[in-house]
C-alpha cells in the first residue's frame, strides 16, 4: 500500500475563486490519479497525471477548469477554478501499486 | 466502455449477519480486474477485496468473500458475521488490464448494521 496525504481536508470557497489541492505519497509513482465524488454519488476519474507529461482528461473535464501539476514523482496539485456551487464535491487523489489503487483521505469543497 | 452497477441503494442488516452486495458490469473485454471498495463516514477509500477475471476460484480476505461469475458478469460481495465497523459505502469497481488503469465506478450500496 501507500501512505497518501491531501491538504486542505475541508475548504469553503465563494464562487468565481480558485482552490489548488495537494497531494503527497510516501513513495515515488509514475501515474496519480485525480477523482470528483459529488454529494451523494460515486466516484469519477477528473484526470491521469504522469510526471513529466501533460495529464491526461476524462470526457467532460477540461484543462481550463481542472488545471493538474505533477513536477515530481511523490507530489501532484490539482486546482479547481472559477467556482461555482456545481464544484462543490469530495475531491480525492490516488495512485496505483501492483494492480491496486490507493486513495487519499479526501477534500471536501464547498462552494458557495 | 465499461459500466458497473450495483441495484441496491441501501442494506441494512443485524449485527453477526452475513449480507450480500449486488454488483453487474459490462465490458467487451475479457481481461480485467474487480474491486470492492469501502468508504466509512470517514470518507477515507478503503480496498476491500479484489479479484482477477482470469482466476476462476473467488477471492477471499477474512470475512470477506466475493460470488465471480464471469459469464454472468456479476460480482457480489459477502459479508460474513457482520460487525458494526461495517457500516459504510461499498463500491464495487472495475479496472481493464491493458489500457488506461483508470476506475469505473458503481453507484454504491449504503450498508447499515444494526446493534
Known amino acids: 500500500s501507500a501512505v497518501i496525504s491531501q491538504k486542505p481536508s475541508r475548504d469553503i470557497c465563494q464562487r468565481g475563486t480558485s482552490l489548488t489541492i495537494q497531494c503527497q505519497v510516501d513513495s515515488q509513482v509514475t501515474m496519480m490519479f485525480w477523482y470528483r465524488q459529488q454529494p451523494g454519488q460515486s466516484l469519477t476519474l477528473i484526470a491521469t497525471a504522469n510526471q513529466g507529461s501533460e495529464a491526461t482528461y476524462e470526457s467532460g473535464f477540461v484543462i481550463d477548469k481542472f488545471p493538474i501539476s505533477r513536477p515530481n514523482l511523490t507530489f501532484s496539485t490539482l486546482t479547481v477554478s472559477n467556482m461555482s456551487p456545481e464544484d462543490s464535491s469530495i475531491y480525492l487523489c490516488s495512485l496505483e501499486v501492483y494492480n491496486e489503487q490507493f486513495f487519499g483521505p479526501g477534500t471536501r469543497l464547498t462552494v458557495l | 466502455a465499461q459500466t458497473v452497477t450495483q441495484s441496491q441503494p441501501e442494506m441494512s442488516v443485524q449485527e453477526a449477519e452475513t449480507v450480500t452486495l449486488s454488483c453487474t458490469y459490462d465490458t467487451s473485454e475479457n481481461n480485467y480486474y474487480l474491486f470492492w471498495y469501502k468508504q466509512p463516514p470517514s470518507r477515507q477509500m478503503i480496498l476491500v477485496i479484489r479479484?482477477?477475471?482470469?482466476?476462476?476460484q473467488n477471492a477471499t480476505e477474512n470475512r470477506f468473500s466475493v460470488n465471480f461469475q464471469k459469464a454472468a458478469k456479476s460480482f457480489s460481495l459477502k459479508i460474513s458475521d457482520s460487525q458494526l465497523g461495517d457500516t459504510a459505502m461499498y463500491f464495487c469497481a472495475l479496472r481493464l488490464i491493458q489500457g488506461a488503469q483508470k476506475l469505473v465506478f458503481g453507484q454504491g450500496t449504503r450498508l447499515t448494521i444494526n446493534p
Open positions: 479479484q482477477e477475471a482470469y482466476k476462476q
